[in-house]
């Protein structure tokens, strides 16, 4: 069974200046949650987060494929790619 809907990937960047990859259905409670500190194990203890890149998908199979190859990406490529979608669409939040 596909599901369909709205699925989004994103990058927050971390106080610390990393970068956390996820997806999600909904995009601003995950961000909520994201900054309680209550999200991914990885951004308890670098909140505040802020989104620096969003893509939307129509089913949960192709954000999920998405998410999996935008995390394997270096630093330096997902950079280039926040830049580029940045300039291009002005800024994502």
């Known amino acids: 069974m596909k599901r369909l809907g709205a699925y989004f990937i994103y990058i927050v960047e971390c106080a610390d200046g990393t970068y956390y990859t996820g997806s999600t259905n909904h ?3 995950r961000l909520r949650l994201h900054n309680s500190g209550n ?5 308890r203890g670098r909140t505040p987060v802020r989104l620096v890149y969003k ?10 494929r998405a998410e999996i190859k935008l995390k394997s990406l270096p630093r330096g490529k997902k ?5 580029t979608r940045n300039r291009s669409h002005g800024h994502v939040t």
């Open 39 to 43: 999200g991914a194990k990885y951004v």
């Open 55 to 64: 893509k939307r998908y129509r089913s949960f199979g192709s954000a999920l």
């Open 27 to 29: 995009l601003e409670r």
């Open 79 to 83: 950079i280039e790619m926040i830049e």
